[in-house]
């Protein structure tokens, strides 16, 4: 197998998961997309440990327990919004700007 | 000795009576006010004794010339401010650091000064006596005097060395420097010391009456106080470092005074702008510092800077980015071309105040900070020797710009604020001239006589129900203030340079200093476009405050109400202002009057000029009996043709008063003029020669005259007024007002950018991080 | 010398001749690649709300898959269990208590289409260029594993605790503390009062 | 039970790493505190709420005492293998931290207490926060700095929402949480790739590795993962083009957390970019000091002009720390030529900025006591009515515009010398745009203090109103330290003389 194929497959997903928070609307939809890049991430970690030894896994551990935590947070304020606003609709926001 | 070393009390006495005033200051009998005189007064009073004991000092101090003496000059540097000073001093005889070029270009020097010595030598030579000095001042630099150190030696042994007397304790450390504060003692900074303090004595007992019942009386004086303080603290400062914060500090209190009566809107705003202005200066004067002290070897100190900057082991080119940066700062400062714009604004500020900005205090910042680095341009900019440079262009277009400008203004106080921005201008260009001491001399007499004409304005605008507008609420005030007509009349006659009142002796100094006049050659350069500036300056200057005179004390009545004469705390300060004005040229009355008692010529010269490696290699302009004619002449003329103008439309008494504000009534007081001249001549000369020589002269009064006068007339109220519309108030205050708009345009647009909307954030995040990785992914690799 | 060289070579040389093709290895890559990739666009782009979340079960197991292949197995394991475990469920919850429309709805993207795409396009462009440009086509090797010995799988899952407890101790007590905090702030802001 | 299951395990050659107890307590003392504070908030609930900000302010003030014993003992301690590491300036930076959220802690108490907010879970939160800021200080190791830097921005993100019933709140809350882990997916995305290349998680081994592959094409994979580094830090220290989330979360954030966010967390932010550049990233100053160039010329520039147009004074000082967060990344730019002074110019920039900052925040929260407001006219007349307080604000001001004596003149005087020192066409070139900007700055800055000065009271409302002696701590202990730095920087140009630090950087 080749470095490149898993890096590759990382690179993509991280875009989708880019073109998914810049478009999807849904702040639920927003948060799985953000689960999309985390992943591509642990996939380069773990790619490459396999070179360097264990210090990626670790590194992917953390990385999947901050990301849950990340989560939770994340969608504790999205049920936040959601009973202020009766919308999670994170597109409407703008009260502050300029 | 001890004076000098504790100069610092000084600024420290200030500050406490600021402090004082500001805690106790409301709680005191008078509001504050007599803390502050009491506290300005002792340190008038230090400042006395200071200034005497450097005379005495400086005479008791006699010393040969040569590295040796120079080096021993700087004997009383402390060596933990100084090491470059400390190790010319070690050195004893002083040689090995002062060589090659540096030992010619010292021996030079004296062989420059000798040729004013010579004046006052009990030798008896005369005023064309010295030709050693004469034939070796112009070519200063390059004088081969290293082989021939004995013409120094003739012309100059009875020379007394003044001794910079520098201490300072440890400010702080960074990293492994050592960053000093502390005090710089010379004539210069003596100097000013004493004008500092005196002005601010006068201004403050001035206050006591004319803010008298303000609702922020204590404040005022605290911040008086406060002002005298910073700027006492940056003229005695013996670092570059400590010469920011002098200066900055000094723009803050301005900030605070000028917007004293802050309850109006353009006040608080002119003190807004003026802060501002001063920001775009202090930008220069920061980054030039700090060029300079890499230029300097990594040091801050004053002496360092200015000794390594005349031995010449500084590039020229830092010298000059350095000394460019730094007239950035005085252009902003001392109301130089182009940032002049905040000084007639300014104005909105309590009149005492404005007379301490202007005579002693904020705007002669600038000038004397190049003054204290002098090495600095002289080498940067090569003053020596050439014809034209930054400085002085500067300042000349400033002299002649501020002086038009001044023509054209109904409020009194603008025409006196135009006024300085032009005698900022002589002193800048003076000193980009090399006319080192006709600079510090000028700075000294302006400061008598502008103090009392803004003090004189605040008299009149305290008769007149608090309008400064000379032109409809003021007029035939001479009777009704006979005190603030005569001093105000005599300041007049001295900033134009009447003789022999104090004006003449420092302007005529100026004058000869450009070295473009011939019999001049004493001079470092030959700036000829400079001396034409200046002269058309001084013969504006003249005009125009004949015509203030007019608006104010003659004619009739204008304002509301009846005006009466200010009480003694007002009228005092101006008879001592007035007097001094008049006098203080016999401090530095020229070499070349051997006639009188040895020992009063060139005496401010003498105990003000620096002697030492920290100075450079200046030679000293001769008087010139021509030029100080022609000078005394411009001067009259000015008066003259204002009086022509102005005056006999009174006699002729048949225009409305509300016309004379228009440029039309200019015109109509022209042809009143015609009149006037058609009287002289056809009662006059053809009352004694008939015939066709009658004729002739009427055909030429009629035409050639009456057309000069018509032309001159026109074409100064003209462009005065051309220049004033245009440049000053629409270009240049739309350039400083449009950078800020423009600026405020971007930000505007800039704002949209920001539209609230988290995907827009988003998109231009992961847009960034694109764009960002690929432009160096491809750039770099 | 090439850039891999420098990297990675050290270690293995670039292109290995005795290295064969994996084949059943890169049938299973090839083919959960392309279903994770799948899988991930409908993530984005599908008008269920549920289906997302279900969609995301797939890439999330295809992520999984991957550390399998990776030998990676304890990090494989902690995938299974916290995010198909627990993430997609807290997801669901989500899905629920924000009562998103259980059917399709056309209203979950909003008019930033095209910009998502540029941006996406232009990092992939970015990304993919600078992988091919420094790895080009570096063999994986599993080097750093074959060192290591011990009694359970290949040493590495003791290795990987040795490492947290020994070199990452200090990072291990701070996701502590964090989990604690994010636990309490989200009961905080979560519930109603 | 236990027993025969233990004797099942293998023989374990498990060695525990021995620790240096001395140099991690102060974390220690975080951490315990921070446990203790949740266990009484648990078992004590409403009883022990009164006394929280005391024991949050105790607990921070604790872990000064070890700091200072530690700066007191002056060794350097390393370890977990030199992936933490305790020197001179990380305890510089720790006090920082600890006194800057015991200001925070301050400014909190009575604004929480009065507002509608869950209490003792707030300082819960910032306590473990402040645990992040400690272990970022020592941290040599990506995995490290990582983990420290999600814990000090997860509570955050919390905090920025904790007025639970405001729209505002609450949106300020989720701007920055999305963004944040925005900027934390491209920051793992490139730490992931600096593993790659760099063989290890700590800074030192990829240092070398980086100096190993040295600056050839071809390995476009190391200027990638640099550049997404830095980025993921920018966001932190909200540079431009990275800022975005930063003027809406300090608007709508409750005012004590904005000063937490505006100067605890930006500071974080900078200790972890010193961290990474100044022991990592050095090796490529090909690649580092034009994205400094860059983001500093775009942070000052763009946070001035936008701050111009201002009306609300918390978004104003929102684009103020922009634009001084672009001042504070230009000296990385010279990191090449004049590393030493690039690293203290730093130092002392972010404990001014701490001092004045903190300072300005206290005041408008004592001002907004009486005005509910935070629009700039709102601060009308205040002079009349509370002049002390104007002048403590006009001094925050003055320093953060730059004016001598305050201390915001000497720390861009710093950056001044170190961008000049550094003798570099970009160093000049930055001094300049600096120099700009910090005329572009002064008026806008100015123009709050000309409207408490010179401006009328609102609806002529001026009965003045208390303020919390908590808030006058928070205010006294800023000024002293503002005027203080100014008028005597030799305090610390003292404590932040890093020159054995910098020699160790030195390649």
Redesign the interface.
Known sequence: MFLNQFLLLSAILFTIGVYGVIVRKNGVLVLMSIELVLNAVNINLIVFSTYWGVAGQVFALFTIAIAAAEVGVGLAIVLLIYRNQRSVDIDELDEMKG | MWFFTHVWIIPALMALSFLLILFFGKKMPKKGAEIGIVFVGAAFVLALLTGGNWIAWSNNNPEGHGPAAEGAALANVDPSCSSVAAEAAAVGEGVEHVEGKTEGKTAGKKAGEGHNEGGHSTEGATAAAPPIGESAAPAAPAAPAATEPAGAEKGGHEEVATRPVVSCINWFENGDQTISIGTLVDGQSVLLLIVVTLISLLVHVFSTDYVHGDRRYTHYFAFLSLFTASMLFFVLSENTLQMIVGWELVGVCSFALIGHWWEEKPNSDAALKAFLTNRVGDIGLLVGVIVLYFAAGKSFSIMDLNILANEGEISHNLLLIGSLCLITAVMSKSGQFILHTWLPDAMAGPTPVSALIHAATMVVAGVYMVARLYPVFFEGLSISGSSVNALSMIGAITALFGAMLAFVQKDIKKVLAYSTVSQLGFMVTALGVGAWTAALFHLFTHAFFKACLFLGAGSLSHACHHSFNMVDDMGGLRKIMPKTFWTYLVATAALAGVFPLSGFWSKDEILAGTGSFPGTEGANGEYHVMLVMLLLAAFCTAAYMTRTIWYAFYGEYRGHGTPHESGPRITTPLIILASLGAIAGIVNLPAAFDFLPEGTQTRFEHYVEPVGLYFPAISHAGFNPALAVISVLVGLSGIGLAYLYFFKDAFAGLHGLAERNKVAAFFKNILVNKYYFDWLYTTVIVGFVKGPLARAANWFSANVIDGTVNLVGKTAVGSGSWVYKNVDQKVVDGAVNGAGSSASGVGAMLRLTQTGRIQQYAALFFAAVAILAGVFVVVIG | ????A???AE??PLVTPETTF?AP??VV?AVQ?VV??FA??R??TTKN?VH??LW?VV??GG?GL??I????E??AV??FL??LG??IV??L???M????PLGVSD????N??K???????????????????????????????EGVAG?NTNG?T??????????????F???S??????????????R?? | MIATLLQLLPEADFLSPTIDWHAIAPEMVILVGSLVLILLDSFKLDKAKPFMPTLASLVLLGALIPVITLAIDGSTRVLFGGSYVVDSMSLVLKALFLVSAYIVVLMSTNYVADGDYWESEYYSLIVAAVLGMLVMCSARDLLMIFVALELLSIPAYMLAAWRKGDEKSNEAGLKYYLMGVFASAVLLYGMSLMYGVGRSTRLDVIAENLVRIGDGRGAPIVTLAMIFVIIGFAFKVSAVPFHTWAPDTYEGAPTPVTAFLAVASKTAGFVALIQIVFYCFAARPDIIQPVFAVLAILSMTVGNLIALKQTNVVRMLAYSGIAQAGFMLAPFAVIETNREQALSSIVIYLVIYAAMNLGAFAVIIAITRKTRSAEITSLGGLFSYMPGLTVVMTIFLASLAGIPPFGGWYAKFGVWQALIGGNTALGYGLAIIMAINTVVAAYYYLNVAKTMWFDEAPDGDTAPVKIPFTLIGAMGITVVATVMFGVLPGLLTNISDFSPVAAALGR
């Not at chain 3, 292949?69 to 990676?72: E, H, K, R, V």
């Not at chain 3, 208590?97 to 998103?100: E, G, M, N, P, V």
């Not at chain 3, 990987?160 to 990072?171: E, K, M, N, R, T």
């Open positions: 010398m090439n850039s891999a420098l990297i990675i270690v293995v994996d290895a890169n890559f690649a994770m990739i991930a666009l993530v984005v709300v997302a979340a995301l890439v999330l992520v991957n550390y292949l990776l030998q990676a304890f990090v902690t995938q916290v995010y627990a993430v807290l997801f919850f989500g899905v208590l924000t009562r998103a209203d979950l993207d909003n930033q289409k910009i998502g795409i540029g941006v996406g396009v232009a990092l992939l462009a970015v990304l993919s260029y600078a992988l091919i440009e420094t790895f080009g086509r570096s063999e994986l090797t599993f080097a750093a594993y009694p590495r003791q290795a990987v605790s040795d490492a947290i407890f020994g070199q990452y101790l200090i990072p007590e701070m996701l503390l964090l989990l604690l905090a994010a636990l309490i702030g989200a009961i905080v802001l979560a109603r009062d």
